[in-house]
């Protein structure tokens, strides 16, 4: 090949095309997106269900197994899991990872039509089903309204008028309202009032709805044109409800509303769902960014349009910021580009303190440039600048510079032999191309698996093998092309031409340590097979975990109540917890969802459903360092506090969302099987010293009055078990009976009764009931049995079979891999009936998942190399020698992990697998080495030695790079450090054995003898 020579004939052409590269990738950088971490497709919708008035156990058979009937017949379903609640269904829906892109839009337009042909068979009173295939999306930015002195409404008015403004922002896709109450107008009546005048609900919905209507009214013909009709009769305001007369069916005379009821507005009560920002009521707004859109250019865009916005607000009403993500977009993508910078800084600086000033900036020089071609490869390609990239634009740095040093050393050696410098420089590419192509590749290829795997784990590191690839084939065309020409210009040997530049120092020793292992092979080969057993026996001492918890400047607080509890005493509790947190220094705001999660601000995390029993708090802090301590202390306070309660005080997660650590379902179809098995189960579970706390996903049961309707006294009475049920409704929890148009708003009208009645559990039997036609009304009590009893507030379902899960945390120290290998046996021992199982969840069953979804391709992978191998060396003996050297890299990785305590989870698996790359790089250019030296030379132990001697500083300076560049994402945090420790310590061990067993392993497997003269052998097979 005589690109070298080429390059360096053509060299301005060379240096146009590298300076127009740079130029680009400079402008590249400016216009790539930016992401705090890689995004991944939450293949998952949502389909909810109400069916007011039915228990959990008629909404789990009248809905909601109903509804999985036909969505299971989805063929590209992986999962179904579902809970019923009192008047509520939920079914999550969870598709196959293979799937994404226009095939998922397509597979949620057949879950639609799926649905609706299985509404029909739903019972008339249900209201839905809803689908919610947008359950994926995360609020970009999620912003806090609150006014002193303003009231719900005048809030909810002022937010409306932000959300049309905010939708007006480029790249803005939808713009959503959370903890608006609701506006109710309320009836309120005593019992007596309507006894006296012989009026009941019926009575006056039916009044309401006849006089508060918009129905058409048709037109007059005037001879070519029609003129339409309307008629009035819509309330225009409150009063008027007030005002509005009903006859009596007892005296016949006519009567206002406002005669038995007093008529006021206000909001739900109970409120279904309370928001708080540090302390004060208030509303959010949360902001999706379109598919693509710059996260924090949008971040940018949204505030300078608050800052217009609130030019004009009332004085008093103020946002605040619950979370942004372009803030921390912006953190954590600054915290890279340093570490970025400072691995770039360490390199050049390797390279110039140990090749010398004009080799180390022949060599170097090809660092920035790789990074910036990389830069206009991600522009093109539509890859963001996040943690994946830039952490894989770290990775690679030291590799970059591996080809340039091949390059640049050999045609240093070759002047110092007496070679023309455009003579040197045409043999060192032409000696080196290949070799360090099909070297590039397998570097390449080593990160493969990644994209190869189907799952949400692969996609958010996909970035890797793409940013990876790129800069190493960046690396090697700079390398045949730029390296000889510079090289050619500048490059001067040291010690003159014809000397000997192995003949000193570190060259000298090595040779004799050479020697010495060639002597001594079986010994040496079987040290190495000893180490490589340590080295396995370490990593099963390595902790594993599957992703850290993301290093953030804010944290939850998760609040169960038992089952059943009013919403406002949940409240309670949490305002006391809010307190608290409001008062540490560390702490710049709280926001409290009360009634529900916190909508999806952060991609790996899960909200959780609807449940006044329920409350979550959202801490930020002013500085990440704070994190652990603070936690700590939250735990702490909520500890022991509130003994009725669960509390949960827990980090946000990186990677696939996952909503424990351990988890262990079982599923079956009794009810009170399960909860046998269960109960046994979690006691196992809380035996081990490193479980924090445990609970079960059905939670409590719950106590509920049941009137049971003796249909024989009901039907003398002229009543039905409708209309039971209506006067309960309407004497407990109010009764809608109408809607109140009011500009672009429908507010329900409701009819109830004082607070002091509907809290009093005593007057339930005293309530009464209006029959259905004519006749006087009765108590309850004459037609209905009531009866206090027990039942399941929420039943789960997985895969169409009722399933309990024992959840549990953990102590810090403890990882749920160890914890669930600990208990695996005891659980197993379990005596199962038949038609029920057992099976783990949770983290360490995702991990395995993704580890096995990122092993599965290595098969394919490993196929490849063994081609190009192949291709390159057309001998199974070269390709058997550099393939059993992938190992040597797995005792300095298992010693790197265990000495500094990181755990080996899925990003230590990519480390040590990106790891075999590099050490088949170095064991490719060895033999390479080899083979050009037993053509030149007579003695093939010689050659084997001397090739050896040879690669020392390229392999050593190669080491050296890549592990000191490692060393900013080595301490940029729990991530990283796990795969870099894993790279460095094992490339640094590997290299060294490199230099000693691939020349041990060629003499064995070509039985070179130690003082026999043959010729060099040939290319065997």
Do not use: C
């Not at 946002?319 to 942004?324: E, P, Q, S, T």
């Amino acid at each position: 090949m005589r690109i070298g020579e080429t390059a360096i004939k053509r060299a301005r052409l060379v240096t146009f095309a590298v300076l127009l590269v740079a130029g680009v990738g400079i402008f590249a950088f400016t216009q790539l997106g930016r992401l705090e971490d890689p995004e991944f497709t939450i293949r998952s919708a949502l389909v909810l269900t109400q069916y007011p008035g039915a228990d959990a156990a008629r909404v789990e058979q009248e809905v909601t197994e109903p509804l999985e009937l036909h969505i299971q017949q989805l063929g590209e379903l992986e999962d179904l899991e579902s809970f019923s609640r009192d008047g509520f269904s939920l079914i999550y829906v969870h598709v196959d990872d293979r799937y994404g892109g226009q095939r998922l839009r397509q597979i949620w337009d057949e879950l639609h039509k799926r649905v609706y042909r299985a509404a029909a068979e739903l019972p008339s009173e249900v209201v839905g089903p809803l689908i919610e295939d947008d359950y994926g999306d995360v609020y970009g930015v999620l912003l806090a309204l609150t006014g002193d002195g303003f009231s719900y409404a005048d809030l909810e008015e002022i937010t409306e008028d932000v959300q049309q403004e905010l939708l007006r922002v480029p790249d803005v896709a939808k713009v959503d309202i959370f903890g608006s109450q609701g506006e109710r107008i309320y009836l309120e009546t005593t019992r007596a009032k309507i006894a006296e005048l012989g009026l009941h609900p019926q009575l006056v919905m039916l009044a309401l709805n006849r006089r508060n209507v918009v129905e058409p009214s048709g037109f007059v013909e005037l001879g070519p044109r029609k003129l339409p009709i309307y008629t009035s009769g819509l309330f225009r305001s409150i009063d008027e409800i007030a005002r509005m007369q009903i006859r009596s069916p007892l005296t016949g005379e006519l009567v206002r509303v406002e005669d038995f009821a007093e008529v006021g507005r206000g909001y739900a009560d109970p409120p279904e769902a309370m928001l708080r920002f540090n302390g004060e009521a208030t509303l959010a707004l949360g902001v999706v960014p379109t598919e693509g859109a710059n996260v924090v250019e949008l971040g940018r865009r949204v505030q300078d349009e608050i800052a217009r916005i609130e030019q004009r607000l009332p004085v008093g009403v103020e946002f605040g910021v619950i979370a942004l993500q372009s803030e921390e977009v912006e953190r954590a993508i600054g915290e890279f580009l340093t570490n970025l910078g400072s691995a770039v800084a360490i390199v050049l600086a390797v390279m110039m303190v140990s090749l010398g000033l004009r080799t180390g900036v022949i060599v170097g020089v090809g660092v920035p440039l790789s990074i910036l071609a990389t830069f206009a490869v991600m522009w093109v390609t539509g890859i963001e600048l996040h943690r994946v990239s830039l952490g894989a634009l770290v990775i690679v740095l030291g590799m970059l510079v591996d080809n340039a040093i091949v390059v640049s050393e050999l045609m240093l050696v070759k002047m110092q032999r007496g070679a023309e410098r455009i003579e040197a420089a045409r043999e060192a590419v032409s000696e080196t191309a290949l070799p360090l192509l099909a070297a590039t590749l397998i570097a390449m290829l080593a990160f493969s698996p990644v994209v190869m795997t189907q799952s949400a784990t692969g996609e958010f590191t996909s970035a890797l093998f793409w940013v990876v690839a790129a800069s190493l084939l960046a690396s090697w065309l700079l390398s045949i092309t730029l390296t000889p020409v510079m090289g050619y210009r500048y490059l001067r040997p040291a010690g003159g031409t014809d000397s000997d530049p192995y003949g000193h120092g570190i060259y000298r020793w090595f040779r004799s340590l050479t020697r010495t292992v060639l002597a001594y092979r079986r010994t040496t080969l079987f040290g190495v097979l000893g180490l490589l057993v340590v080295a396995f026996l370490g990593f099963l001492l390595v902790p594993q975990i599957f992703f850290p918890p993301a290093q953030r400047a804010q944290f939850l607080v998760d609040y169960w109540l038992p089952e059943g509890s009013r919403i406002e005493r949940t409240s309670e509790d949490m305002r006391e917890i809010e307190s608290f947190l409001g008062d540490l220094e560390e702490v710049t705001d709280v926001t409290a969802f009360i009634g529900e999660g916190a909508p999806r601000f952060y991609l790996p995390m899960i909200p959780e459903p609807p449940n006044p029993a329920f409350g979550q708090i959202l801490v930020n802090l002013e500085e990440v360092e704070d994190l652990d301590a603070t936690i700590e202390r939250t735990r702490e306070f909520v500890r022991g506090r509130f003994p009725d309660a669960e509390p949960r005080v827990r980090p946000m997660q990186l990677g696939e969302p996952v909503r424990y650590p351990l988890k262990l379902r079982i599923s079956g179809r009794d009810k009170e099987t399960l909860y046998e098995l269960q109960s046994e189960a979690q006691r196992l579970i809380e035996e081990h010293s490193g479980v924090a706390e445990t609970r079960h996903n059905w939670r409590q049961r719950t106590a509920r009055l049941e009137a049971e309707v003796d249909q024989d006294r009901a039907a003398l009475a002229n009543v039905t078990s409708a209309g039971v049920a209506e006067a309960l409704q309407a004497g407990f929890a109010g009764r809608p009976i109408g809607l109140y148009h009011e500009d672009d708003e429908r507010i329900p009208i409701v009819w109830r009764f004082p607070a002091e009645d509907r809290l009093d559990a005593a007057n339930v039997a005293n309530m009464i009931v209006w029959p259905d036609g004519a006749g006087r009304p009765v108590p309850i009590g004459q037609v209905a049995e009531l009866e206090l009893n027990w039942a399941e507030s929420v039943i789960w379902r997985f895969n169409r079979r009722r399933a309990i899960t024992v959840q549990a945390d953990l102590y810090p120290g403890y990882t749920s891999h160890g914890v669930q290998h600990d208990l695996d046996e005891a659980v197993r021992a379990l005596e199962l009936p038949a038609g029920y199982d057992l099976e783990w969840d949770g983290e360490a069953a995702q991990a395995a998942e993704a580890r096995a979804d990122v092993l599965g391709p290595v098969p394919v992978v490993l196929g490849l190399i063994a081609l190009i191998l192949m291709a390159q060396f057309n001998s199974y003996r070269r390709a058997a020698i550099i393939f059993l050297t992938v190992p040597l890299g797995l005792f300095g990785a298992s010693f790197g992990l265990l000495i500094f305590r990181q755990p080996f989870g899925f990003m230590a698996l990519l480390g040590v697998m990106s790891l075999a790359g590099m050490i088949i790089r170095n064991a490719i250019v060895m033999i390479e080495q080899i083979d050009l030296e037993s053509r030149r030379r007579e003695r093939v132990f010689e050659a084997v030695l001397e090739a050896s001697v040879s690669r020392v500083r390229p392999v050593l300076l190669a080491a050296m790079t890549t592990v000191l560049g490692m060393l900013p994402l080595a301490l940029s945090g729990p991530f990283w450090a796990p795969m870099a420790l894993a790279i460095m310590f094992g490339l640094a061990f590997a290299s060294v054995l490199t230099l000693l067993v691939v020349p041990v392993l060629y003499a064995a497997l070509f039985r070179v003898p130690q003082e026999a003269h043959p010729p060099g052998p040939k290319r065997a097979r």
